[in-house]
């Protein structure tokens, strides 16, 4: 699976977007860029996958470079419950295993 | 529909006590995982279960052991419990392996003295 780079943190104002880097130079043409957060304390909770497309759900969008080295997870609206720990992860959806956890960005919503 | 539950929620062991970490799912899914998250750290997978029946070594196997009871069920054992094992244990589950989304149970606290 590929390697991800994500910043260690960073800070949102409750009410704004919230605007998450990662960048997977190495992404191979079959792997998918997978979001997770991990609340404080609790189990990690499934975000949002993609392979080229952007996509949006309920919980957020994520926008994918074209040519796939780097991605953007969006909040649209950011409260205070966002606050967590956003792991970035790139693997082949038909692995039958493994979702390789980095360190994640740490983000804090203000009010 | 309580999705992924975990027993015991914390537990302390003395060096060398065994004991053995529960894991249930409700939503009929085939595949489960164990993965241990040290303090700062992200998850590591330990064991893995792609269907009932079946169980894989993950990324740190070494000093544990499981089971896939049924399809529902999926627990870790530790035999010999070692200070390196103080960690916080979060058991998953898919529909399929290769799943999209995997639900995460709240974790089990351990602390080996």
């Known amino acids: 699976d590929a390697k991800t780079t994500q910043p260690p943190s960073m800070d949102c104002a409750e009410g704004r977007a919230a605007n998450l880097p990662c960048n997977h130079s190495?992404?191979?043409?079959?792997?998918?860029v997978y979001w997770y957060r991990q609340i404080h304390s609790q189990g990690p909770q499934y975000i949002i996958h993609?392979?080229?497309n952007n996509e949006t759900n309920e919980m957020a969008s994520l926008i994918i470079t074209e040519d796939r080295k780097s991605s953007t997870l969006i909040l649209p609206h950011a409260t205070l419950r966002d606050t967590a720990v956003y792991y970035c992860?790139?693997?082949?959806?038909?692995?039958?295993?493994?979702?390789?956890f980095g360190a994640g960005t740490t983000v804090t919503v203000r009010a | 529909n309580a999705g992924v539950t975990q027993t015991p929620k914390f537990q302390v062991l003395k060096t060398g006590q065994s004991m053995t970490l529960q894991c249930a799912q409700d939503?009929?899914?085939?595949?489960m995982y164990w993965y241990r998250q040290d303090p700062g750290m992200g998850l590591r997978l330990i064991y893995y279960?792609?269907?009932?029946?079946?169980?894989d070594k993950g990324e740190v196997p070494n000093g544990y052991n499981v089971s896939r009871l049924n399809k529902r069920e999926f627990s870790l054992r530790l035999e010999s419990a070692a200070p390196s094992q103080t960690s916080v244990y979060f058991c998953?589950?898919?529909?399929?392996?290769?799943?999209?989304?995997?639900?995460f149970g709240p974790g089990t606290r351990l602390t080996v003295l």
């Open positions: 279960s792609a269907s009932e029946g079946t169980t």
């Open positions: 998953a589950s898919t529909w399929l392996a290769g799943g999209n989304e995997q639900f």
């Open positions: 939503m009929n899914h085939n595949s």
């Open positions: 190495t992404i191979s043409g079959n792997e998918y």
């Open positions: 992860i790139v693997r082949v959806a038909q692995n039958d295993y493994k979702l390789s």
């Open positions: 993609g392979l080229k």
